[in-house]
């Protein structure tokens, strides 16, 4: 087997580079508005952001916060190699944040009754990581 593809033959699993920045910001408790500032290609800050939103029943914000997100993580994904299909792992800790920005997006759009964003969001989250569809929930 090439090591470029994976085990059913589909694309090789795409493993974004790690950003310690923001990842360690985060950790250390700094707000995550000032990690997005700071970071604003971040998606890790603006998942925390669409978190804290969701969290504080702030749904259309925290819809916009995951929208960032997903987009930044798409712009990353892309540049990483990614054709617009296949694995995007949980276990790979720097995907984590367009992984939960994207979580964060079905979220947001169930709550507001956007319903075909809201399958689009949890299919792909779904087919890019049964295991971060699985944990985040």
Same mark, same amino acid.
């Given at each position: 087997?090439?090591?470029?593809?994976?085990?059913?033959g589909g694309?090789?699993?795409t493993?974004?580079? %790690?950003?310690p =920045?923001?990842?360690?910001?985060l950790?250390?408790?700094?707000?995550?508005?000032?990690?997005?500032? /700071?970071?604003p290609?971040?998606?890790?800050?603006?998942?925390?952001?669409? %978190?804290?939103?969701?969290?504080? =029943?702030r749904?259309?914000?925290?819809?916009?916060?995951?929208?960032?997100?997903?987009?930044?993580?798409? %712009?990353a994904?892309?540049?990483?190699?990614?054709? =617009?299909?296949?694995?995007?792992?949980w276990?790979?800790e720097?995907?984590?944040?367009?992984?939960?920005?994207?979580?964060?997006?079905?979220?947001?759009? /169930?709550?507001?009754?956007?319903?075909?964003?809201?399958?689009?969001?949890?299919?792909?989250?779904? %087919?890019?990581?049964?295991?971060?569809?699985?944990?985040? =929930?």
């Amino acid at each position: 087997m090439a090591i470029h593809e994976n085990l059913l033959g589909g694309p090789p699993p795409t493993h974004l580079p %790690d950003e310690p =920045g923001p990842r360690e910001l985060l950790e250390a408790g700094t707000a995550p508005e000032e990690v997005a500032a /700071q970071y604003p290609t971040s998606s890790l800050a603006w998942a925390r952001l669409a %978190d804290a939103a969701y969290e504080g =029943g702030r749904v259309v914000e925290s819809y916009a916060y995951a929208r960032t997100g997903y987009h930044r993580g798409l %712009d990353a994904l892309r540049r990483n190699g990614w054709k =617009g299909h296949g694995p995007v792992p949980w276990e790979h800790e720097p995907n984590r944040g367009f992984l939960r920005a994207l979580h964060a997006l079905a979220r947001a759009a /169930q709550a507001i009754g956007e319903k075909e964003e809201y399958e689009r969001c949890a299919t792909f989250l779904r %087919d890019s990581s049964p295991l971060a569809a699985d944990t985040l =929930g």
